[in-house]
């Protein structure tokens, strides 16, 4: 067999993508057609950046969903013959099979580990965000609101933390020699407890003049999210439902660590700025609660602010462990993410670009749609 063109390498990349397509269409059809009803993010189909800002990081998520059926082979098989191939070589063998974007170094289909990679990376980068936001949240909230030594306290831990430059912070908090030392489990035990203890308030607050109803979901956040706490924190899960091996472990709690005292910072500003409003005045005079307040009056007028940033850290996230990755550390070596991908191709970059070239634009992409999807949700959210 011949090698491919690009223009059929791009034809049949097109077509490994089909439940790509397929999703992206669905999301947007229907997205703009309820568009009115969906609040803030049917709003974000009125501005032409966000909608493609939206678009390429939907692209990454679906490509992640789906990556079993995009990819053409296994991203860890190392194939005879294809060390180093160029774009579109076919593979020995196989009638119709092609490395569509090469080989790397040890013969393994670059197109593949790049998928793949996109599912690697999203597994990560959100989740771990959204649990530095759950410890951000549930600190910062009462230290703008109450101030005095609460305030003073938790926030001299943020600044001490933040004192620290990122990437030695992260890569201290990496290593393999750290998980030696119990410190990923310990700082896993106290930040993972967080998302436990928002929602155990928060439903609280919310129905504590319903006890049926207060009971009931107070006892629904208990069980799973103690269940999840358990495995996540200790591995300890019976039933092993929810487990992260070391590595994972590492990664994961360094990005909340790092990320929690900013998003701290920046909550604690803006219950500062809301508190003085009239309708916390209102709250307070019809004699709800400081937690009612915090949770169901303030948070939810500064939701704008809290969507953009978030959009944005998973974009800094992203390149954090990118970044990790390149150096070697964090998630196993084989691991098909883009960081560690980028690494193995830099060593012939002059000769063979492809397999280091390939991840980075990938990499590239999925920040600037983030990066796209917020500016697009600032817009509307100053609207709002």
Same mark, same amino acid.
């Given at each position: 067999?011949?090698?491919?063109?690009?223009?059929?390498?791009?034809?049949?990349?097109?077509?490994?993508?089909?439940?790509?397509?397929?999703?992206?269409?669905?999301?947007?059809?229907?997205?703009?057609?309820?568009?009115?009803?969906?609040?803030?993010?049917?709003?974000?189909?009125?501005?032409?950046?966000?909608?493609?800002?939206?678009?390429?990081?939907?692209?990454?998520?679906?490509?992640?969903?789906?990556?079993?059926?995009?990819?053409?082979?296994?991203?860890?098989?190392?194939?005879?013959?294809?060390?180093?191939?160029?774009?579109?070589?076919?593979?020995?063998?196989?009638?119709?099979?092609?490395?569509?974007?090469?080989?790397?170094?040890?013969?393994?289909?670059?197109?593949?580990?790049?998928?793949?990679?996109?599912?690697?990376?999203?597994?990560?980068?959100?989740?771990?965000?959204?649990?530095?936001?759950?410890?951000?949240?549930?600190?910062?909230?009462?230290?703008?609101?109450?101030?005095?030594?609460?305030?003073?306290?938790?926030?001299?831990?943020?600044?001490?933390?933040?004192?620290?430059?990122?990437?030695?912070?992260?890569?201290? @908090?990496?290593?393999?020699?750290?998980?030696?030392?119990?410190?990923?489990?310990?700082?896993?035990?106290?930040?993972?407890?967080?998302?436990?203890?928002?929602?155990?308030?928060?439903?609280?607050?919310?129905?504590?003049?319903?006890?049926?109803?207060? +009971?009931?979901?107070?006892?629904?956040?208990?069980?799973?999210?103690?269940?999840?706490?358990?495995?996540?924190?200790? +591995?300890?899960?019976?039933?092993?439902?929810?487990?992260?091996?070391?590595?994972?472990?590492?990664?994961?709690?360094?990005?909340?660590?790092?990320?929690?005292?900013?998003?701290?910072?920046?909550?604690?500003?803006?219950?500062?700025?809301?508190?003085?409003?009239?309708?916390?005045?209102?709250?307070?005079?019809?004699?709800?609660?400081?937690?009612?307040?915090?949770?169901?009056?303030?948070?939810?007028?500064?939701?704008?602010? @809290?969507?953009?940033?978030?959009?944005?850290?998973?974009?800094?996230?992203?390149?954090?462990?990118?970044?990790?990755?390149?150096?070697?550390?964090?998630?196993?070596?084989?691991?098909?993410?883009?960081?560690?991908?980028?690494?193995?191709?830099?060593?012939?970059?002059?000769?063979?670009?492809?397999?280091?070239?390939?991840?980075?634009?990938?990499?590239?992409?999925?920040?600037?749609?983030?990066?796209?999807?917020?500016?697009?949700?600032?817009?509307?959210?100053?609207?709002?």
């Amino acid at each position: 067999m011949d090698e491919l063109s690009w223009g059929q390498i791009l034809a049949r990349m097109a077509w490994q993508f089909w439940p790509v397509w397929i999703a992206l269409a669905a999301t947007f059809a229907l997205s703009i057609t309820f568009r009115r009803r969906l609040g803030l993010y049917g709003k974000l189909f009125d501005s032409p950046i966000g909608m493609v800002g939206f678009g390429i990081v939907m692209f990454w998520v679906f490509t992640a969903l789906f990556a079993d059926l995009i990819i053409t082979f296994d991203p860890l098989a190392q194939l005879s013959g294809l060390k180093n191939k160029l774009p579109g070589t076919p593979v020995p063998g196989v009638d119709g099979a092609y490395y569509l974007l090469g080989g790397d170094s040890l013969a393994r289909d670059v197109f593949s580990r790049m998928v793949m990679g996109a599912r690697r990376v999203l597994a990560i980068a959100p989740a771990a965000t959204t649990f530095a936001f759950m410890v951000g949240i549930t600190l910062g909230l009462p230290a703008g609101y109450f101030g005095g030594k609460l305030d003073t306290a938790i926030s001299f831990l943020a600044n001490l933390v933040l004192a620290f430059p990122v990437i030695l912070l992260f890569y201290l @908090l990496v290593t393999p020699e750290i998980r030696v030392t119990g410190i990923p489990v310990i700082l896993a035990a106290v930040l993972f407890i967080f998302p436990v203890i928002f929602f155990t308030v928060l439903w609280n607050s919310r129905y504590f003049t319903d006890p049926k109803r207060r +009971n009931l979901y107070v006892g629904i956040t208990l069980v799973l999210g103690l269940w999840a706490y358990s495995g996540l924190a200790f +591995n300890a899960d019976p039933l092993g439902v929810w487990s992260m091996d070391p590595n994972l472990l590492n990664v994961f709690v360094s990005v909340v660590f790092v990320n929690a005292p900013t998003v701290f910072r920046i909550v604690r500003g803006i219950v500062m700025d809301l508190k003085a409003r009239d309708y916390v005045a209102a709250g307070q005079t019809r004699g709800e609660g400081p937690w009612y307040i915090m949770l169901w009056e303030i948070l939810p007028n500064a939701r704008g602010p @809290l969507i953009v940033d978030f959009c944005l850290r998973i974009g800094y996230t992203t390149i954090l462990l990118g970044t990790l990755g390149f150096f070697g550390l964090g998630v196993s070596p084989e691991s098909p993410d883009w960081g560690s991908t980028i690494d193995d191709g830099r060593r012939l970059l002059a000769i063979y670009p492809h397999p280091a070239i390939v991840p980075a634009l990938a990499l590239m992409s999925l920040v600037l749609g983030l990066n796209l999807l917020a500016d697009g949700l600032r817009e509307e959210s100053l609207r709002d």
